[in-house]
């Protein structure tokens, strides 16, 4: 089977690749497009170490075909940021030292940003449901919580 | 010298909060993990494996599968030469070359599920997954066993017939699965039990579980025509992969270049080889380097886990609370080779206590499960989880509250360990009383609600370590350490190191150096970075501040002696050295040139001294009767750190710990079918704890410095593993009126325990 030809705009910018049907947008990130902060820790949507926003939406790339998305605006890790400043969550991840290894960081901070952009005042239970699809086995969750209560609450001006 | 915590000495880094160095690459995606990076040429890698729990393998034919277009190479047993089964030194450790070369590719069996069988290198995945399945096994099943007591009867299947049982007496006189006997006695127990007005007795159950480190073993290999090796790789230990693979491939040590990746978690699990050797293999034969990343599945099939055992206590004490003697026996599972953690669980299972009289008898099992490798203080949460379970039921026997019993007990500085050594100064006590004078403590449970308190112990190490510390010319230093950072260990060496020098932390650049740039450093475990790696460094810090003295003194015209370092600069060390302006470590390093060249120190040390870990855990958990699902409704952690460097990064670790022994205790197990193979190779089934599951984690970092190390650091990492168990366990004990034996406390085993205390009332 011939290859797929895809134009998608990633982070902002239009990109093309050709892709085989199989692959999956997180292998054309990665080994294509060499955008490697979406990691693979499972293939299978459970880990959430992939998340990604697809046309507004917090999907994991793993189970995404990289044909899916012609056409389609996906956001990842390596467009959070804007030139030198680090988005809030960003920064509040560094203050409260929300990560150790940093594997799953990507995709909970990817995912933390889709539930701040529709809830800006999450409870913890919130949080703590919202960011139940990204497994990190390092912080216990606990300082992770804390940087996203405590960014929503900066960002609301408290 | 370095101030000690308490000496009056203003600290500027040391005991702060600095963001980490490697903070930014991690929150943008720019950190590279084992599978982000990639060799110009690359072919990919994957392994054929085992279907089968046990067999033989009588053939393997690979002529089809090198047929396929843009297969380059193909390996099998035949290609890692055979090595004889007895242990080689490799830097620190002891390894049995003939057993890893038959796990990281199979030989004359294939002794579990996922067990390696071949390896292909090819131009395309899809090349690669079609050779793999033209790849002919010619197999014949042999029964298998699993079950660590099963494993341990005489007519169980064998795994290995040249595996006699090492320490039995009478000496074994045929093979079987168990590989050793250890025993460790202190005092005499027949005497401690006599003394006893209560003796209690009950045997635990654990199940195997993964480390769960959410990135998958990846690496990237190249082989060149001259010999030379490069290998990047997700390891917790580069320099320890560096000696077993240049051994297993056949190369001088020094021609193997091995990087550590940023590592997305290791908690032990990435102190071994699997896709290593493979991938130098691969592009030996291939001629071009070779990427391989395992799947998920294949992580749960064939590394980690660490052992499931079981484990008889028995325990006595007086009415008024003193126990009198203590009595282990543990069979742990090594899975298909030996080597489990026994020996550490047996050493550490009553370490907590101040006790005359212990017995501790520990086997090590082999059965057809993978290989069980390190995780976090190997063996000691499962037998400690024994013992603070029936140390719970003998409190509640007696009429004690359970943390005055452990005080009571508690082993303090002098108190002379059932596994050897005499305790120097330790914060068992203070963690205990942490947890009582806690607010969590002395708070009131609801209905259905229970409350356990567990303590634990770990060792801690040192080690071989090496730190280079270079000051550039504008005086800022680069730092570096050949540990791999998996948990902010940058951060506490760049304290350190600003600390020392007297210079700003963001003025120190670390990196974690490979083995080509640095002298051979033992590998991230034993909780032994902050310790060894934060040594070396004072003593690399030390040397450069010797330096910068002499250089001033060179200025100066005065003798070296007449130059001290205080606050970042060399100054004059009292009027009778003269009087000159104080040069500071910018000026010293400009000069530098002129002055003798350029100011380094280096550190080549064996750390001693590391200081034993304590630690006392609290949890709150409610049992839903109708379900049996355990709610972790609150938890506190107080733990004795020496010296917190970065007491976030502790606190993470305390927190962390917690939550993986939540997973250990409730939900974690391997699940196999009848057939031997592995039910839940992956996270929906494997269920590790995720955010809704679990509470905050409060933390109370207690300080006892230890005294051989110039901050009082002790290591952090491991001992917050060991509580859980146990705590968990009589919280779920207490919230429902019996007493669980088994873990994880799945819903089903509480459902059954429930119902059963339910009959027996007569409900």
């Not at chain 2, 890692?80 to 030989?107: K, Y």
């Not at chain 2, 908690?267 to 291939?286: N, Q």
């Not at chain 2, 929906?684 to 410095?705: C, F, G, H, K, N």
Request: aromatic share 6%.
């Amino acid at each position: 089977m011939s290859k797929c030809h895809v134009t998608a705009t990633i982070n902002g910018d239009e990109v093309e690749y050709l892709c085989e049907p199989e692959e999956t947008l997180l292998d054309v990130l990665r080994d294509q497009l060499f955008l490697t902060g979406s990691k693979e820790g499972c293939g299978s949507g459970d880990c959430g170490a992939c998340s990604v926003m697809l046309d507004g939406r917090l999907v994991c790339a793993c189970l995404v075909l990289g044909a899916e998305a012609q056409g389609r605006k996906v956001e990842t890790i390596e467009g959070m940021a804007h030139g030198e400043t680090l988005h809030p969550l960003q920064e509040k991840f560094l203050e409260h030292a929300a990560l150790q290894c940093g594997v799953c960081t990507p995709g909970v901070l990817v995912a933390a940003k889709a539930l701040l952009d529709r809830n800006p005042d999450p409870t913890e239970t919130e949080v703590r449901y919202w960011l139940a699809g990204n497994l990190c086995r390092c912080t216990g969750y606990d300082k992770i919580i804390r940087a996203v209560m405590d960014t929503a609450a900066e960002m609301r001006g408290n | 010298m370095a101030p000690m915590d308490g000496g009056g000495h203003d600290l500027k880094w040391v005991g702060k909060r600095p963001v980490r160095p490697d903070g930014v690459d991690k929150v943008t995606g720019r950190a590279r993990f084992g599978a982000d990076y990639n060799m110009a040429g690359q072919l990919v890698g994957r392994v054929l494996r085992s279907p089968h729990a046990h067999a033989v393998i009588k053939s393997i034919d690979t002529s089809a599968a090198e047929k396929v277009p843009g297969v380059k190479a193909v390996i099998t047993r035949d290609d890692i030469p055979d090595q004889p089964p007895e242990p080689v030194t490799v830097g620190e450790m002891s390894v049995n070359f003939s057993d890893l070369i038959r796990n990281v590719l199979a030989r004359e069996k294939v002794l579990y599920d996922g067990h390696a069988v071949a390896a292909v290198a090819a131009t395309s995945a899809k090349a690669a997954r079609e050779a793999l399945k033209l790849i002919k096994v010619d197999y014949q099943p042999l029964p298998h066993v699993l079950d660590v007591e099963e494993a341990m009867r005489p007519d169980a299947p064998v795994l290995h017939d040249n595996l006699f049982t090492e320490g039995a007496d009478p000496p074994a006189d045929k093979p079987s699965n168990i590989a050793k006997r250890i025993e460790f006695t202190l005092g005499d127990v027949a005497v401690g039990f006599e003394q006893a007005e209560v003796v209690l007795e009950r045997s635990y159950k654990t199940e195997p579980v993964h480390q769960g480190y959410i990135e998958p073993h990846a690496c990237v290999a190249s082989v060149t025509e001259d010999g030379q090796g490069e290998l990047w790789c997700s390891t917790q230990g580069h320099f320890v992969v560096r000696a077993i693979c240049a051994r297993m491939i056949g190369m001088d040590i020094s021609a193997l270049r091995v990087t550590a990746s940023e590592i997305g978690g290791g908690f032990g699990g990435k102190t071994v080889v699997y896709l290593e050797p493979l991938a130098l293999a691969l592009s030996k034969k291939a001629g071009h380097p070779v990427k391989m990343v395992m799947t998920r599945s294949e992580v749960f099939r064939a590394t980690g886990p660490t052992s499931g055992a079981t484990i008889r206590v028995k325990i006595g004490a007086t009415k008024d609370g003193r126990i009198t003697a203590g009595e282990a026996e543990m069979a742990y599972l090594a899975g298909a080779f030996p080597g489990s953690p026994v020996n550490p669980g047996c050493m550490c299972a009553f370490a907590p206590y101040d006790l005359e009289n212990v017995w501790v008898v520990g086997y090590d099992v082999v059965s057809n499960r993978p290989k069980v490798a390190a995780y976090r203080a190997p063996g000691a949460p499962i037998s400690e989880y024994a013992v603070e379970s029936l140390i719970d039921e003998v409190a509640d026997e007696i009429g004690m509250d359970p943390i005055d019993f452990r005080l009571k007990n508690a082993a303090k500085q002098g108190t002379h360990a059932a596994y050897g050594p005499k305790f120097g100064p330790i914060g068992m006590i203070d963690t205990l009383k942490a947890i009582k004078e806690s607010e969590h403590y002395n708070t009131p449970l609801g209905p259905n609600q229970g409350r356990g308190v567990g303590s634990g112990f770990w060792f801690n190490i040192g080690g071989e370590t090496c730190v280079s510390l270079n000051i550039s010319e504008d005086g800022t230093a680069t730092l570096m350490a050949g540990t791999p950072d998996i948990g902010g260990s940058r951060a506490t060496l760049s304290q350190m190191a600003a600390e020392e020098l007297g210079i700003d932390y963001d003025k120190v650049r670390p990196i974690i150096g490979d083995t080509s740039s640095l002298g051979y450093t033992f590998l991230t475990g034993g909780s032994r970075v902050t310790f060894s790696s934060g040594m070396a460094t004072v003593q690399a810090a030390q040397e450069v501040i010797k330096e910068l003295c002499a250089r001033a003194a060179k200025i100066w015209d005065i003798p070296a002696e007449a130059v001290t370092w205080e606050d970042g600069e060399a100054r004059p060390a009292g009027d009778n050295a003269g009087k000159f302006d104080p040069l500071s470590l910018e000026e010293l390093a400009a000069s530098a040139g002129k002055t003798g060249g350029p100011i380094t120190g280096y550190a080549s040390i064996n750390a001693q001294g590391a200081g034993p870990g304590f630690g006392t855990h609290l949890v709150d958990v409610e049992v839903d009767k109708e379900t049996g699902r355990v709610t972790v409704l609150r938890y506190t952690v107080a733990q004795d750190a020496g010296k917190a460097i970065h007491p976030s990064y502790v606190e993470g670790q305390y927190q962390g710990g917690a939550v993986q022994g939540i997973g250990w205790a409730l939900n974690e197990e391997y699940i196999y079918g009848d057939d031997g193979l592995m039910q839940n190779p992956g996270f929906l089934d494997y269920r590790m704890p995720v955010a809704s599951d679990v509470p905050m984690v409060d933390t109370v970092i207690v300080e006892v410095p230890n005294p051989n190390h110039p901050y009082g650091v002790r290591g952090v990492g491991e001992t917050p593993i060991v509580p859980p168990l146990g705590a968990i366990a009589n919280a779920v004990s207490h919230a429902v009126g019996v007493r669980m034996h088994e873990l994880p406390m799945s819903p089903p085993k509480v459902l059954e325990a429930v119902g059963g205390a339910a009959n027996g009332a007569g409900d």
